[in-house]
């Protein structure tokens, strides 16, 4: 009788259980062989046992049988001779259960001889699938279809296997495909879809409960096969997990579609490898979270009843170039939406992203998201949350029909990531619609920026209720933390040093009740706080300045601090500024009125006057306004 010995798994997981677990397998795999050897050298001998030897109760197994085939006799020979009776112990079952007819006990034992079948189907190796069909897509195909009638694990082991059409997954799999090995495409289309052609869904009742995970590649081939194409496809499911593997070299599409799916899990992937040959396709995500909008969105089935991604959580992963092809376009991104529809509950954590063409991260209707400790490198841009133009068909209803409006997000939380030369636009960015529609409730917090080369460090446009503290930002091409058309928020304990444009700008539309405080400033070519577009209790102080202003000239003039264009009713306090380069430490244009100002240092700041108040009906004093 075949011996197992098992690796004992910790309980960590790590690259040790991972390979403890690989090894496990392998060995499970050799004994369940070696037991069928033994097991059919044993029926091909001669009987090793007699009946006389097998005891059964307080009887030998000899007695039983002479016994019941005395009975069976008895019962057959003597009948009536007017109609043969049914026997009546062919209605007792193997577990000595009786039924109401012979019928039903057959029936009965049948359904427990399947399932017995079935549950030794539930561990699955594609070897002897190979063996029986000759080609990877038919014995694949085969072992993925068993999951139809059984919850399966199949897994796939080392090796090299070419892929010429798309294979299809369904719910109740996990799918193990083992380290060291590569499942390459060899044709145009999809690798893997949940589900057929013919399906037609709704909500989250697709095919779900999947798992794909191992250690082993997908390499979409993108380098020879240059038409566009995804590897993974999934829709209207209800959990899926992809984890431990690697996706390569994407042509156009992308390494997984998310559309209309929900509890979903995508962790310690590496994404490695894109391009867009054609040039349509350069706003392509690795992870595309997504939506049933329509065919044009996601085409591999139905139905397109506007189901949306939403409770997915991406954490761990890796997204960069590969051997053969550059960086993604995007890492994740959402780009279509639907009026009244939103993706909601989103975690991007601890990932890192290097290289990408486009944003390294893109939410369009993202609803209670939190994107933290990832680490972003040399991308074109950085970490965007925005709102779709109300001119597009993203605002449309459900039938297409345009609507005029905007829905609002809320509850974004952007911390702890770290975002390295940034070469286009901004490092961290949430925007809603001018005139439309707002972003309420954001956190921006505990971020490093080092290298925006042409645009902002954070940026903030038409957002509501919002938190901007303790954020690096160092080395930026144009602001430091632009602030616009945004209301109830605060800039504070933010440490900005290098940057060409404004440190920390709040301007247009009334930015109403913002305070910026406790903030550090250092080497800073424009203004260092700049406040104006008719703004009212904007409170600024407690903030440290130096060397700030200095692409300050006598016909382009930086200052310090600068009130301007309106401001009213706020306050400059108790800020320390120093530094020649400026023109004024604090200039109060003659636009602004009721400033309270009061407490600061400014002797000795600017190559003009170190303080300069023109505002009107100026508050110098801390006394109250009654």
Known sequence: MANVFL?????????????????NFDSIEQGFTKAAAELNAHKNASPAHKSEQIQHGLFTAANRLDNLNARF?????????EDVKEVVD??????????????DRFDYDFVKLMKKIEDMAVFVSLRPYLEKYGNFDDAMQAALDLSKSTPITLVVPPGNYTQTRTLRIFRNTRLIVQGGAVIKRNFVGSMLVNGLETDNFSGYNGHGNIVIEGGGTFDSNGAVIKQQCSVFGFAHADGIIIRDITVLDVCGGHAFDCAGNQNVLIENVKFKGYADYVGDRWFSAAIQIDLMRSSANFGAFGSYDQTVTRNIVIRGNYFGRSSKLGGWARAVDSHTSTDGVWYSVIRILDNVIEDTTEYAISGNKWYDTRISGNKINNCASGIRILLPRVTTQYTQDANGNPTGRVNKTKHHVITENTITNITKNHAIQVYGRKDYQTIDDVVISGNVIDGVVARHGIHISDVY????????????GHHGILITRST?????ANTLRSVKGNGIRIEEGRC???????????????????VSGESRRVRVFFNTLVDVGTRATESDGYDGIIFLSGVARSMCAFNDITGLGMRHGI?????????????????GAGFDDSYNDN??????STANVI
Not at 465 to 476: G, L, Q, R, S
Not at 589 to 602: A, D, F, K
Not at 615 to 620: F, G, V
């Open 7 to 23: 690796k004992r798994i910790a309980s960590a997981w790590d690259r040790i259980a991972r390979n403890n677990l690989n090894d």
């Open 73 to 81: 006799a008895n019962l057959v020979v003597n009948h009536d001779g």
């Open 90 to 103: 062919l209605r007792v079952a193997l577990d000595a259960s009786t039924h109401p007819t012979a019928k």
């Open 465 to 476: 209720n919002y938190t901007i503290a303790n954020n690096v930002v160092d080395n930026v």
């Open 488 to 492: 109830y928020g605060s800039a504070t």
């Open 512 to 530: 109403n009740n913002v305070t910026v405080a406790n903030n550090i400033l250092k080497d800073v070519g424009f203004s260092g706080i700049s």
């Open 587 to 603: 200039y109060l244009t003659n636009t602004c009125s009721q400033i309270s100002s009061y407490g600061n240092y400014v002797k």
């Open 615 to 620: 505002s009107i009906d100026p508050i110098t």
